[in-house]
């Protein structure tokens, strides 16, 4: 079961204060760089399942602490930092007996510049969606893993899909046939690179410089690398937003969705680029099945789902990649 932090009272005494975690964070900072801290604080929102600090050292760099009651897989990370270099954070374990006493983890991250999406959107006016999608689209392009889709397809796709049809849940009845149509299909999406996909793209994840251009993705848990197409589903609310539990197309959707979708297209090696361009269709599939599997999550065994997002899947579920519908809307419903 993970571990939840509601408030601080949920750690141990030696970190149960924001006081008590800035000197622990800038304790670590000191030790580990050699270089003495000189101020710490809390990101604008803490996590649910750890507590953040932002250090400055006396040098004027910033570096990130994050105290955690659960070890976290640093395997995500490091991935996503091979394929996209310094737009992602390098991460590292660091020893304290202390901390290990009472089960904390503390781990030290290099600090993203910029000020998360959230802050940041629209402080450049209307425009701005565009530049946030425009260019976190030339960085996904990069996302590029070695080897093959199959054990994916295999080993983790087709198990989740069958879950679904075998689920007795009233929610997923609707998208059965769908379910059923892409175990059908599902092969096809071995011929498809893998590419690198964040487990949870959103405002809170993606950081901006002060141009709204993207400088860099945080918060790589759970990610896993899966065929092309399937990490970018987040499309809809990248580009689209909910807002009053609805889902909605802002004036620049159309710009932002067809920009970001041209950036990776763009992005990619060429010899990547081909094989796309020869199996748009599956591509296609790809991206319907990441929106399926993103709005009916597997947590500890079991199904999830957020009824709002549910509410929005059949219009999601009808999406169509520019390169497919050409001229058309992205949504047929």
């Given at each position: 079961?993970?571990?939840?932090?509601?408030?601080?009272?949920?750690?141990?005494?030696?970190?149960?204060?924001?006081?008590?975690?800035?000197?622990?964070?800038?304790?670590?900072?000191?030790?580990?760089?050699?270089?003495?801290?000189?101020?710490?604080?809390?990101?604008?929102?803490?996590?649910?399942?750890?507590?953040?600090?932002?250090?400055?050292?006396?040098?004027?760099?910033?570096?990130?602490?994050?105290?955690?009651?659960?070890?976290?897989?640093?395997?995500?990370?490091?991935?996503?930092?091979?394929?996209?270099?310094?737009?992602?954070?390098?991460?590292?374990?660091?020893?304290?007996?202390?901390?290990?006493?009472?089960?904390?983890?503390?781990?030290?991250?290099?600090?993203?510049?910029?000020?998360?999406?959230?802050?940041?959107?629209?402080?450049?006016?209307?425009?701005?969606?565009?530049?946030?999608?425009?260019?976190?689209?030339?960085?996904?392009?990069?996302?590029?893993?070695?080897?093959?889709?199959?054990?994916?397809?295999?080993?983790?796709?087709?198990?989740?899909?069958?879950?679904?049809?075998?689920?007795?849940?009233?929610?997923?009845?609707?998208?059965?046939?769908?379910?059923?149509?892409?175990?059908?299909?599902?092969?096809?999406?071995?011929?498809?690179?893998?590419?690198?996909?964040?487990?949870d793209l959103n405002e809170l994840n993606v950081m901006l410089d002060e141009n709204c251009e993207v400088s860099g993705?945080?918060?790589?848990?759970?990610?896993?690398?899966?065929?092309?197409?399937?990490?970018?589903?987040?499309?809809?609310?990248?580009?689209?937003?909910?807002?009053?539990?609805?889902?909605?197309?802002?004036?620049?959707?159309?710009?932002?969705?067809?920009?970001?979708?041209?950036?990776?297209?763009?992005?990619?090696?060429?010899?990547?680029?081909?094989?796309?361009?020869?199996?748009?269709?599956?591509?296609?599939?790809?991206?319907?099945?990441?929106?399926?599997?993103?709005?009916?999550?597997?947590?500890?065994?079991?199904?999830?789902?957020?009824?709002?997002?549910?509410?929005?899947?059949?219009?999601?579920?009808?999406?169509?990649?520019?390169?497919?519908?050409?001229?058309?809307?992205?949504?047929?419903?």
């Amino acid at each position: 079961m993970t571990i939840s932090i509601t408030s601080n009272a949920d750690l141990p005494k030696c970190l149960d204060t924001e006081s008590k975690q800035v000197k622990k964070a800038m304790q670590l900072a000191h030790s580990h760089s050699g270089i003495p801290a000189k101020t710490a604080q809390g990101p604008p929102i803490q996590g649910f399942f750890s507590r953040t600090m932002i250090v400055t050292l006396q040098n004027g760099e910033e570096v990130v602490i994050q105290f955690r009651p659960e070890p976290l897989d640093m395997e995500p990370f490091k991935l996503a930092r091979e394929a996209f270099g310094s737009f992602v954070p390098d991460i590292e374990l660091l020893e304290d007996k202390e901390l290990e006493s009472d089960n904390i983890w503390v781990y030290w991250m290099t600090r993203i510049p910029g000020k998360p999406w959230f802050e940041a959107r629209n402080r450049k006016g209307p425009k701005a969606l565009v530049t946030i999608n425009k260019s976190l689209g030339r960085i996904l392009s990069k996302g590029h893993i070695k080897g093959s889709s199959d054990e994916v397809v295999d080993n983790k796709l087709r198990p989740r899909l069958e879950l679904l049809l075998s689920s007795d849940d009233g929610q997923i009845l609707p998208f059965k046939d769908m379910i059923t149509d892409l175990l059908g299909k599902l092969d096809q999406l071995k011929t498809l690179p893998l590419f690198m996909s964040h487990f949870d793209l959103n405002e809170l994840n993606v950081m901006l410089d002060e141009n709204c251009e993207v400088s860099g993705m945080v918060d790589w848990e759970f990610s896993k690398p899966l065929p092309f197409g399937m990490g970018f589903d987040r499309i809809h609310t990248l580009a689209g937003e909910f807002s009053e539990k609805k889902f909605h197309m802002p004036d620049e959707f159309h710009e932002s969705e067809r920009g970001f979708w041209q950036e990776v297209f763009d992005g990619v090696p060429v010899d990547l680029r081909k094989v796309l361009d020869a199996n748009l269709d599956v591509v296609q599939m790809a991206v319907i099945l990441g929106t399926l599997l993103g709005t009916f999550e597997l947590e500890e065994g079991k199904i999830v789902c957020n009824p709002v997002s549910v509410e929005a899947l059949p219009k999601f579920l009808s999406y169509r990649i520019p390169f497919i519908r050409g001229s058309d809307p992205p949504y047929s419903k």
